[in-house]
């Protein structure tokens, strides 16, 4: 029986969906997946070139265009690898074995007598004269993979596992136009929206002659319902009248989150859908009761570019450019809202700047759609305004993780509670959720269902929220807040932040209880052989010392996942000092990735998320006054150059097991362990991110 | 009436004709010189996508008015190197694979030559004061600093020999 097909092949089982052949001695490989910045495509194209035996140069990856490329959804939740490698890897596969066979009918030979090496068919050895490009005539992929074929063995793989330099960094350090940004199109014009304030606001007054006068240049303002936008060939002129439109257009029914809806115990309040997980609740006669509350406050992606998107209607088609994670969902979302044909709408992937989620970028595609459907014949080019980023981007929910522990004569957890209060983490056009612009069309879709990313797809605020230790009985409640002030999404890792920093912190709690080390209590209820190992050998990196003196102003701390609970293994030491505010060090970090396809992109992942995380941790949190006040790099700063830890990492090679996700492996781990470091560091436990320093001080007065 | 600005862009002449003089010198370059290496990110100085040297100097150009930079020399990324022929920095940021999007480091770089044209041997705290000014979201800081230091000793025997 052949073996099941990888969802992503499964789901487009076509073989010319992956792969193409279009002239001598090139390669046109098909994913679904986007680059974001995180490498993928060079993973991709070193997958390629060892299931079809060619060399990368030979390779052309085309990915994220609704015309051609697979549908996989969204390119988010570390899954590029783990899941669309191996769908690949599966195609190829089978396309290798197809070309052999024809190769084999050709030649009048059998199949295993022949071997290809970079794209040329070999018989024992001797070249035949026979190629990929010479069969590929004869060669039908518009069938279904059917899963018959096997992907190469670990042993026979050399370009993955291989380090590889980008494919896209070239490009961007030479300063070439690769970014959507960076997008001409004939008679292209430029626009910016003045935002709907919020759902329901309507459109009082326009100050058209006030617009016009900032814009210092020719501008139009179009208008569709509620949904006004600003027009010209000059984005100097269009860019001035849309900062100044914010206050030259007044809005009725606007609503702005207040100052009290900022803090994570507002949450505590509100309606919600309850959600039990796991084990039903036990008896806590005869055990010791631990309870601890950690918190943490809405954050940005703050990407480092505002979002864009381009559009062009004309003879009936839509065609649109964006950086968004998934094409295809875009596509349908814009169907639906434009009332399109699907057939009518291409979707193009664009690269644009990391966004480590779903920032702004759809809905700027979608801006772009709905002034091109107003402008037919004319390619449109929406950019957003920094302000317009930070205050309209969707974000992520502040969340309150309360766990409760019944412990045992020893001190070890014998049933374990993770109550969490979290709005949704998933409001993508795929899920259901709404494209910004299309709010203010006239006829704006219903508020989406209460809704958050199933456990089957790793969960949104539930994400490790159960603990991977050896603990008899666990459950999870959560408490599904659904009249969040913002609008709420996906940013990197999900819930899996504030669970892992929750529980990882309590663990260091109950290891402090119990008079224990914190690696030594984690390896005593951990009997995952892969989980040991990433934590003993973080220790062993970072010259763990057990029970070194706590409150010394100096601190060491560990923070230990599994991302998603099946993901990547990841554990990260972290050594820093706090005063006033906190100075980290140095991170260690020990990760099993299982096999890794570019070990030096994976580090490179790796690195960016311990950062990104020490950031969040550290500084961010968005405000709320009267509306988003934080709406700049002033008012929303992030980690600087002069800020960031030495950090080094090591990769357990485990390559005989599958790829595991690992991009966003690092942010739960290194928030756990900046926390236990500063609670080590102070000898007082700081329970509520970000780590300001209002909050060390009170930590140190009531102490 | 347009008016029209004289000045350098990487060592070559350019005469700019614009009907708003204030246009940010960022859009000059993006928009009327069709060089898209200087990248918006914020309009407001503060993120660092946008540095170009102007008579040497560093500068975020996001805001900067056309009518200020007139006789003045501008370098931006474009003028360090080519994929021919790479700046010693862009050769150590390939070589380090120092950076994620990318977006951020066409900033990075000019703050980079900027201070090695300055100090040819930064210590580890220099580079990262240097680049205080620039953001880079993806966390690709150390690989950057790493970048700079090798690029910084490349020159240094460059210079030697």
Redesign the interface.
């Known amino acids: 029986m052949n073996a099941p097909l990888p969802g992503p092949l499964n789901d487009n089982p076509n073989l010319d969906r992956w792969v193409a052949f279009p002239s001598a001695g090139k390669v046109t490989v098909l994913t679904g997946r986007v680059e ?4 993928v495509l060079t993973a991709m194209a070193q997958i390629a070139a060892d299931e079809l035996d060619l060399a990368m140069e030979r390779l052309t990856i085309r990915s994220g265009d609704t015309e051609k490329a697979p549908n996989e959804g969204y390119t988010a939740g570390s899954q590029s690898i783990q899941f669309g490698g191996v769908a690949l890897r599966q195609a190829l596969a089978e396309v290798r074995a197809l070309f052999l066979d024809q190769a084999a009918k050709v030649l009048a030979c059998k199949a295993s007598e022949l071997s290809i090496r970079d794209g040329s068919i070999y018989r024992n050895g001797k070249s035949t004269g026979q190629d990929y490009w010479t069969l590929a005539c004869a060669v039908d992929l518009a069938i279904k993979a059917t899963g018959a074929a096997t992907r190469k063995p670990v042993s026979d793989l050399k370009t993955i596992g291989a380090n590889s ?2 494919l ?3 490009a ?8 959507i ?2 997008m001409k199109i004939d008679g292209m014009v430029h626009a910016r929206v003045v935002r709907q304030p919020n759902r329901g606001a309507t459109i009082n007054s326009v100050d058209e002659n006030a617009i016009r006068r900032a814009a ?2 020719p501008v139009e303002v179009v208008r569709h319902g509620n949904f006004l936008a600003i027009l010209g060939d ?4 269009v ?1 001035a009248a849309g900062a100044a439109a914010v206050n030259h257009v007044t809005w009725q029914n606007v609503g702005a989150p207040t100052a009290t809806q900022q803090e994570p115990n507002w949450l505590l309040q509100r309606p919600a859908v309850d959600r039990p997980f796991g084990a039903d609740p036990v008896d806590p006669k005869g055990r010791e009761r631990f309870e601890r509350t950690y918190t943490r406050g809405y954050l940005a992606h ?5 979002s864009c998107g381009l559009a062009l209607y004309k003879d009936g088609q839509l065609t649109v450019w964006t950086h968004c994670q998934g094409v295809y969902p875009l596509h349908a979302s814009l169907a639906k809202i434009l009332k399109l044909e699907p057939s009518s709408i291409v979707v193009h992937h664009v ?4 966004c ?1 989620g779903h920032n702004g970028a759809d809905d700027a595609a979608a801006d772009a759609a709905i002034i091109a459907m107003q402008k037919p014949g004319q390619p449109i080019r929406v ?1 957003w ?2 302000e317009e980023e930070f205050i309209y981007e969707p974000k992520t929910p502040a969340m309150i993780v309360k766990v409760r522990a019944l412990l045992d004569e020893s001190g070890k957890p014998t049933d374990w509670t993770q109550e969490i209060w979290s709005p949704t983490h998933n409001q993508r056009p795929g899920a259901g959720g709404n494209l910004l612009g299309a709010l203010a069309l006239p006829d704006p879709p219903p508020e989406p269902p209460p809704n958050d990313v199933p456990e089957a797809n790793g969960g949104g605020a539930t994400r490790n929220g159960d603990p991977l230790y050896n603990i008899p009985t666990k459950r999870m409640l959560h408490h599904l807040v659904t009249e969040a002030p913002v609008r709420t999404s996906a940013l990197r890792g999900l819930g899996a932040t504030s669970n892992v920093f929750a529980l990882e912190c309590c663990i260091d709690e109950l290891a402090e209880h119990a008079g224990q080390d914190p690696v030594q209590y984690r390896l005593s209820i951990t009997s995952d052989p892969r989980a040991r190992a990433v934590i003993a050998k973080v220790a062993a990196m970072a010259k763990w010392t057990a029970s070194a003196a706590g409150g010394t102003g100096r601190g060491r701390g560990i923070g230990f996942a599994r991302y998603k609970n099946r993901a990547a293994y990841s554990a990260v030491v972290v050594e820093l000092s706090v005063d006033e505010v906190i100075t980290l060090h140095h991170v260690w970090c020990a990760t099993d990735a299982g096999l890794v396809i570019n070990p ?2 994976v580090i ?2 790796l ?6 995380a020490a950031s969040w941790v550290l500084k961010e949190q968005v405000r709320f006054d009267n509306g988003v006040v934080s709406f ?3 008012t929303y700063p ?5 800020e ?1 830890p ?2 080094n990492i090591e990769l357990i090679n485990t390559k005989d097991e599958v790829p595991l996700g690992a991009g966003e492996v690092t942010g739960g781990p290194t928030a756990a362990a900046i926390g236990n470091a500063v609670s080590h560091a102070l000898g007082a436990r700081i329970r509520e991110m970000p780590l300001t320093r209002e909050r060390i001080m009170a930590a140190l007065l009531k102490e | 009436m347009p008016k029209t600005f004289d000045f350098s862009v990487n060592g070559k002449a350019v005469s700019v004709s614009l009907d708003d003089e204030d246009t940010p010198l960022l859009d000059v370059l993006r928009n009327e010189l069709g060089l898209m290496g200087t990248r918006f990110g914020c309009g407001l100085e503060q993120c660092g996508c946008c540095m170009v040297l102007i008579d040497g100097a560093p500068e975020k150009c996001c805001t900067k008015p056309a009518w200020s930079i007139a006789g003045k020399q501008i370098v931006t990324v474009e003028g360090l190197g080519s994929a021919a022929h790479p700046h010693p920095l862009q050769q150590a940021f390939l070589d380090d694979q120092a950076g994620q999007c990318g977006y951020c480091l066409s900033g990075i770089l000019i703050s980079a030559k900027a201070l090695l044209d300055k100090n040819p041997k930064p210590s580890r705290t220099e580079i990262a004061q240097a680049l205080d000014g620039n953001i880079c979201r993806c966390g690709s800081h150390n690989r950057i600093m790493r970048a700079v230091e090798k690029a910084a000793a490349v020159m240094r025997a460059g210079a030697a020999r």
């Open positions: 974001l910045g995180q490498g330099a980008r896209d960094l070239p961007k350090v030479f300063g070439q136009s690769v970014f940004h960076d210092k240049g000059s984005e100097t002129a860019e703050a990407s480092i570019s505002p690269q644009g700047s990391g480590y950019r305004r920094r030096d992109g490179n992942q690195e960016g998320g311990i950062i990104q700049d790099w002033e992030v980690l600087k150059f002069s960031v030495q950090i």
